[in-house]
C-alpha cells in the first residue's frame, strides 16, 4: 500500500491555510489530517480537538494552539483514541470545521473509511462541525471502503492533490462543494 507522503504533507498544508485565529477545529487522527499539525505555528487563540496522541503532542510542544484530546480505546496502530463522543459533549462544543481524512470518496457514499470506530467517531463530529473538509490524496477518489461517515451532499470543501474526473467535478460544483487541488 502507497502512502504518498509528499502528497499527505501538501494536502496538510493547504488544509491548515483555511483555519482562521480563534477557531475550534477538529482534527482527525489519521495520516493525511496529521500533517497539518506542522503548519499552526503562526495560529493564535486556536482550539484543535482531535483523537490523534502524535498530533495532540506535537501541538502541545511545537505550538500554543489548545488542545483537547478525545477520549476512547486506544489505537495501537495509529496511536489515536477510538470511541463515539457523547452527543452531550459535542453538543457544548463549536466547532466550525472538521478536517477528516478518509480511505474513499464517491458521489454514492461521500467520505467513507476503514474501520468502524473511526468512521462512528468521525460520523458524530461532521453532524456538529458548521463545516466538514474532505481531506483525500488521488488514490482514494472514486474508492468506497467499509463506510460513509460523511454523505456527497454533506461535504463542503474537498481538498486533493490532483483534479478529479470530469464527471466527479461536475457533480461536486453541482453540490456546493469547494474542490480545492494543492
Known sequence: RMYYGAEKR???KTAASLVKD???IFIDGGTTAAEMRRYF???SNVTIITPSIEV???LTTATAVNVYLL???LNRDSLSTVGVPSNETMLQMNVSKAFCG???FTVRDGLTDVHMGFVEQKRVICQHARMIIG???HSKIGVTSLASFASFSDIDVLVTDRALPPDLQREAENH???IIVT
Open 10 to 12: 501538501s494536502i496538510g
Open 22 to 24: 480563534g477557531e475550534v
Open 41 to 43: 505555528g503562526g495560529k
Open 56 to 58: 495532540a503532542h506535537w
Open 71 to 73: 477520549n476512547g480505546f
Open 102 to 104: 478518509a480511505a474513499g
Open 135 to 137: 481531506l483525500v490524496d
Open 176 to 178: 456546493g462543494i469547494e
